[in-house]
């Protein structure tokens, strides 16, 4: 009897939002266990030229996925992207204030009169707007500066006292390691609702193809190993590149790792509700549309 050959894998092109990093521990993960090729998929994780391309790659049709983030997805519905989230990477906000733990910030009250450095306006500013004014301040009390992505260095330097931005699991990281320890004030227990930081974006039309449900098979599967098998898990993700093994990335994963979604393909409604009204209060889009139209739960 001839033997039949092995079935093609079906191709899936994902836009990472950034440069591999912890935050992307469940693809990595899926990838070397072989989750994905157990789903019949040959998944292909692509690091963008620029961060901000991802989504709108999808929405253009060149790409299968994007990583992206709940913030951003509102927005680009806003703009007429079409795009919808199919799945959850990261279930809490990563983003914070973040000032030197032994600085003259001890509260958020005493940012009153300084320096705030920030990397992308709009949502931060909105962000940090909300968080000002549960201690009383606004944006008009603070000095807002554009640091480039520059975050921690900005700090250290003394350019800023403080940046809006930051994420929790790297930039803390990064000044402990430099011994110069940071303290960071959450934006969802100062205001901010609470929010997915990390999410998987898909084009509006493409909801039917069975591979995006397969692929978040996978990716559930690739958290649960984690959890279960959290040394093992980081001693595969250093070693799928070389530039991955280092302290920073060993801190951020343990940091990680407790905010990944245990369900990665289901939705939160309510919270997406929630969110978009926070964003068409502070006049960042212009209405809140019905979830089901830019988010859903695969079957």
Do not use: C
Not at 103 to 132: C, H, N, R, W
Not at 157 to 162: E, I, L, N, P, Y
Not at 193 to 205: F, R
Not at 231 to 242: C, P, R, V
Request: glycine share 8%; hydrophobic share 45%; no cysteine.
């Amino acid at each position: 009897m001839l033997a039949l050959p092995a079935a093609a894998a079906d191709k899936i092109t994902v836009m990472l939002d950034w440069f591999v990093n912890p935050d992307h521990g469940p693809l990595i993960v899926a990838q070397e266990k072989g989750y994905f090729t157990a789903q019949g998929l040959d998944v292909e994780l692509v690091a963008p030229a620029d961060p901000n391309d991802p989504p709108k790659l999808v929405a253009a049709g060149k790409a299968d996925l994007a990583v992206s983030y709940q913030p951003q997805l509102h927005m680009h519905v806003a703009e007429g992207l079409p795009l919808v989230r199919v799945g959850t990477l990261v279930a809490t906000p990563l983003n914070a204030l973040v000032v030197l733990a032994e600085g003259p910030i001890q509260t958020l009250a005493d940012l009153k009169g300084k320096k705030v450095g920030y990397s992308v306006g709009g949502f931060e500013d909105a962000m940090l707007g909300v968080m000002l004014e549960s201690v009383g301040l606004s944006l008009d009390d603070v000095t807002l500066i554009n640091v480039n992505f520059s975050l921690s260095p900005s700090i250290l330097s003394g350019k800023v006292d403080a940046v809006i931005g930051a994420f929790r699991n790297f930039e803390i990281n990064q000044m402990a390691i430099e011994n110069h320890p940071g303290r960071a004030f959450y934006p969802e227990e100062h205001g901010v609702p609470l929010y997915d930081e990390l999410i998987l974006v898909a084009h509006k039309d493409k909801l039917a193809d069975d591979r995006l449900r397969r692929f978040l098979n996978a990716v559930e599967q690739g958290v649960t190993f984690m959890l279960n098998h959290p040394d093992e898990a980081w001693a595969l993700f250093a070693q799928s590149g070389k530039e991955l093994d280092d302290e920073l990335n060993k801190r951020a994963w343990a940091d990680t790792l407790p905010r990944f979604a245990l369900r990665p393909a289901a939705l939160d409604s309510v919270r997406y509700v929630r969110f978009a009204t926070f964003l068409k209060d502070r006049g960042l889009i212009p209405e809140a549309l019905p979830v089901g139209g830019y988010g859903v739960e695969l079957p």
